[in-house]
């Protein structure tokens, strides 16, 4: 089954490579979706795809790449959108 999460991350995750290394793990998991900065300094995503596939990148979210330091990840489940694909917004 196919489900949608609104993401937003806390912590140390702009300016260490978040957003390409999110599109790279979503791209690699085949979902769908964008990730962009926001001017509080966190990370917001929405990410839609096969509920097992979500769950995974939602793992990986929790701690990002190397230089990240997620301290806070906040979720809310929402209607799916039909992204064609993911991207950096």
């Not at 290394?21 to 917001?44: C, I, M, P, W």
């Not at 806070?72 to 064609?84: A, I, P």
Request: proline share 1%; aromatic share 10%; with cysteine.
């Amino acid at each position: 089954m196919k489900v949608h999460w609104k993401i937003t991350l806390l912590g140390k995750v702009q300016g260490v490579w978040f957003r390409k290394s999110t599109q790279h793990e979503a791209r690699k998991l085949g979902l769908t979706g964008f990730v962009k900065n926001e001017k509080d300094g966190s990370v917001y995503i929405e990410v839609e795809g096969e509920e097992a596939a979500v769950s995974e990148f939602v793992a990986w979210c929790s701690h990002g790449p190397d230089l990240a330091s997620v301290k806070n990840v906040s979720m809310t489940k929402s209607d799916l959108e039909g992204f064609n694909s993911f991207v950096i917004a």
